[in-house]
């Protein structure tokens, strides 16, 4: 499977912006897709994740602010980012695997074998 991430972008804090991961390939509805991100000088961390079942997991820090979907017809899998922080400024990647159990929910990016292009978030103070 091919992933695409976009929807990145420069905000305030405070705003809001829908990260959008599409996907090439058969199948879509048997991976697991997370979206994971990376701050300059940090390593990269598990920010949500979307089972093939529709069983999600949250970072602790976007929890009530950020909202994983999927649409499996379109093959596309969404992230909506909702009271944006300084903090959230990243790089954001999307990644999939067909193997990820919906339940518990793996957060390790070596789990994930599929991986699209980072889409950079800006959230401006």
């Known amino acids: 499977v091919q992933l695409q991430a976009y929807g990145g972008g420069l905000v305030q804090a405070g705003g809001f912006l829908r990260l959008s991961c599409s996907a090439s390939?058969?199948?879509?509805?048997?991976?697991?897709i997370g979206w994971f991100r990376q701050a300059p000088g940090k390593e990269r961390e598990c920010v949500s994740v979307i089972a093939r079942n529709g069983n999600t997991h949250y970072e602790e820090s976007v929890k009530g602010r950020f909202t994983i979907s999927r649409d499996n017809a379109k093959k596309t899998v969404y992230l909506q980012m909702n009271s944006l922080k300084p903090e959230d400024t990243a790089v954001y990647y999307c990644a999939a695997d067909a193997t990820i159990l919906t339940a518990p929910i793996a957060t390790s990016q070596t789990s994930y074998h599929y991986w699209g292009q980072g889409t950079l978030v800006t959230v401006s103070s």
């Open positions: 390939g058969h199948s879509f509805s048997r991976y697991a």
